[in-house]
């Protein structure tokens, strides 16, 4: 656009909307971009979405995912509002607004708790991972439970669903980065 404009003046939401992602990406994974395309659900046991209402935004990306899910994939969706897959959703989590943290950090303390972390793998490709199982530490699913408005049984199932598939993915959206 800005060589068919002949200016360097134009900008756009992207600039803007994914500067906190790729910031978070940069220093969580060492790279600005996804680590997989959305294809990728064909290949996973259970698929998480958080912060996204894909059937609205990414139509074709909804269609990957109900296609996954009709194949056998187990969707779990994580949504305050909800959206057009929990209809094929395994588990529907509609969490309070704001407490999204509370319960990823939930879902962590089981993963780390229950040492169903591959500890090669954090060996291998990871860097402060004491320091996260130690924060985690503090956040139990029957903890957290009251804060989040989900029930730490079910906090506890979906931290096994997803920690103990074959292969796992999580898709998430501007839902997640862009709040309080």
Not at 41 to 46: G, I, K, Q
Not at 76 to 88: A, E, F, K, S, T
Request: hydrophobic fraction near 50%; charge should be neutral; proline fraction near 4%.
């Amino acid at each position: 656009v800005r060589l068919g404009f002949g200016s360097n003046n134009v900008d756009h939401c992207t600039r803007l909307c994914h500067a906190s992602s790729v910031a978070a990406l940069l220093e969580g994974i060492g790279s600005g971009a996804v680590s997989n395309p959305v294809a990728d659900v064909r290949h996973a046991e259970v698929v998480i979405v958080i912060g996204a209402n894909p059937t609205v935004n990414h139509p074709v990306a909804a269609s990957w995912i109900k296609n996954a899910v009709r194949a056998g994939t187990k969707l779990i969706v994580i949504d305050p509002r909800g959206n057009d897959l929990v209809r094929d959703a395994h588990r529907f989590l509609r969490f309070t607004p704001d407490t999204d943290v509370a319960l990823l950090n939930a879902l962590m303390h089981v993963i780390v708790t229950e040492g169903l972390v591959d500890q090669r793998f954090i060996a291998d490709r990871t860097s402060g991972y004491e320091a996260l199982a130690a924060n985690v530490r503090a956040f139990s699913p029957e903890a957290m439970a009251p804060v989040c408005g989900i029930d730490a049984a079910t906090l506890r199932e979906v931290a096994r669903l997803y920690a103990t598939s074959r292969a796992s993915m999580i898709l998430w959206g501007m839902g997640i980065i862009q709040h309080v």
